[in-house]
């Protein structure tokens, strides 16, 4: 039976253009595995603890020399990189504040790098590759190429190498000059913000549609 993991972390509430896009590519994935199950995990409301002084070194302490704070911490590990191995498909809502990840997800990421649960002890291959792993991207300026801040997104940039150790192969797809209709100095924006989520929209659609021959 096919399993969806379905992740948002979006702190905008039913604002979130994020949360918007994650929510119709899992409608649209019902759709298709109308027999499939479902986890979800929402990383903005109820976000995993950040590493610290404390708990951080879990993953590199022998199982035997784990304090109960660090044995709690790697317990909440192979939990969240559990969910990755029930899945056939993971859904991730993405988007980019002060120009990088939620620290939720970057956390969510810090919980996923573990020798032994997603990455192989004795030879350092991933453990979480051979799924698929849509992100729905949200960014509210502009930063690609021309742009005034092209480059400034390195939410995106940054992904793909924080999971490459465990296998994950993430694929964006990204609606972008989402503040334009809330920022006033933004309006003359608001046709392209619209195309760019339309653009996005689509794309999701085709996800899963039967190929036409």
Do not use: C
């Amino acid at each position: 039976m096919s399993h969806l993991l379905h992740i948002d972390s979006s702190i905008q509430g039913e604002r979130s253009i994020s949360r918007r896009l994650t929510a119709r590519a899992a409608a649209a994935w019902r759709a298709v595995h109308p027999e499939g199950t479902v986890t979800y995990r929402d990383l903005g409301r109820d976000p995993l603890p950040h590493f610290d002084e404390a708990t951080g070194l879990a993953r590199m302490v022998p199982a035997d020399q784990r304090t109960p704070a660090q044995s709690a911490s790697w317990e909440l590990s192979r939990e969240v990189i559990e969910e990755i191995k029930r899945a056939d498909t993971v859904l991730l809502g993405l988007p980019v504040y002060n120009y990088g990840a939620p620290s939720s997800v970057k956390t969510w990421v810090d919980h996923l790098i573990a020798p032994g649960l997603s990455i192989d002890a004795e030879t350092n291959a991933g453990l979480l590759g051979g799924r698929e792993f849509l992100v729905l991207a949200s960014r509210g300026g502009g930063y690609g190429e021309g742009a005034p801040r092209q480059g400034w997104d390195h939410a995106e940039a940054w992904l793909p190498h924080g999971v490459s150790l465990t296998g994950l192969e993430p694929r964006f797809i990204t609606a972008e000059l989402t503040l334009a209709r809330t920022n006033p100095a933004m309006a003359g924006l608001i046709p392209l913000a619209d195309e760019s989520l339309a653009a996005a929209e689509e794309a999701i659609d085709r996800l899963w549609a039967p190929v036409k021959v």
